[in-house]
Each structure stands twice: as structure tokens, then as C-alpha cells.
């Protein structure tokens, strides 16, 4: 299995739709941003939750939503698009999502429904344990190690 961790903006809303046995699937758009010197280049992730173990944080994910999605890669699918060009479909299963603690998003409408992110977490069966790896005091600067120096083997 290839795991992955895509942090990004919903691009829709989420789609609720049943498969004929009945179990509940629901699908949406990330776009997650990287930057290449001056540049920002833009990849579109779909993502699946399968059954309804998301259901109270999936409603309240609306197009924009900041979040962070941690599941498993499926094999790319590349198709033609209408203008000839092929393209490439990047697939993820969703294990885990949670309220990205970065990025605009919509961070102030999700504060108005709930006292604060942390309750937001309990609410949803996280704990802050999700977070460990952000260092919000590094002004941006992304994830940083929980590994003291010594402990890292290279």
C-alpha cells in the first residue's frame, strides 16, 4: 500500500451517493499548492470516504475548506481530456481527515459553529495527537520533527 498526506482546500462540496448494496460513499476535490521558485503549481487529489466513520466532520466541509487527508495512493489513472491532452487522475482513499490548523480556509465560519479547534477535534473523535507533528510558533514553515537530534539515524 502507498500512504499519503495531502494538505489542501476542498475544490466542491462533498457528494453523497450510495453504492447498490447500500454503503455509503462519499467523494470531493483537494487542491493542494507547491511552490517552484516564483511559481505555484497546483495538483488536484479526488478523494473517497468509504461508510460513514467522517459523517460529523464531513458536514461541515463545504468548498474551500482548509483540511488534511491521510490515506492510501490508488494506482493513476491517465485519460484524454475534450482537447486531446492526457491527463492523469490521482486517487486517495481517505483513512484519516482533519481541520487543517493552516492555510485561509474557512477557519472563521468553522469558529462560529464550535468554541475552538479543539473541540472541533473531540467532536470529531481526533485528539491534538493529530497535530503533533505542527509547530504553529515556526511562522509557516511547515511540519517540524518530534525526534530530538540524536535520535534521527543519518
Do not use: C
Request: net charge negative; hydrophobic share 30%.
Amino acid at each position: 500500500m502507498n500512504h499519503i498526506v495531502v494538505a489542501g482546500h476542498l475544490g466542491n462540496d462533498p457528494e453523497t451517493r450510495f453504492t447498490p448494496s447500500g454503503q455509503k460513499v462519499v467523494s470531493f476535490r483537494v487542491a493542494s499548492n507547491t511552490r517552484k521558485g516564483a511559481n505555484m503549481d497546483t495538483t488536484w487529489w479526488k478523494i473517497t470516504v468509504w461508510g460513514t466513520q467522517f459523517d460529523n466532520m464531513i458536514k461541515h466541509l463545504k468548498k474551500g475548506s482548509s483540511i488534511i487527508v491521510m490515506g492510501e495512493l490508488q494506482k493513476p489513472e491517465i485519460f484524454t481530456d475534450k482537447e486531446g491532452r492526457p491527463q492523469i487522475s490521482l486517487n486517495i482513499t481517505a483513512q484519516s481527515l482533519s481541520f487543517s490548523p493552516f492555510g485561509k480556509g474557512d477557519r472563521q465560519s468553522q469558529g462560529n459553529s464550535f468554541e475552538s479547534a479543539s473541540n472541533q477535534n473531540e467532536e470529531f473523535g481526533a485528539s491534538d495527537a493529530n497535530f503533533n507533528y505542527y509547530d504553529q510558533s515556526a511562522k509557516g514553515q511547515g511540519m517540524t520533527s518530534h525526534f530530538a537530534e540524536e535520535e534521527i539515524p543519518f
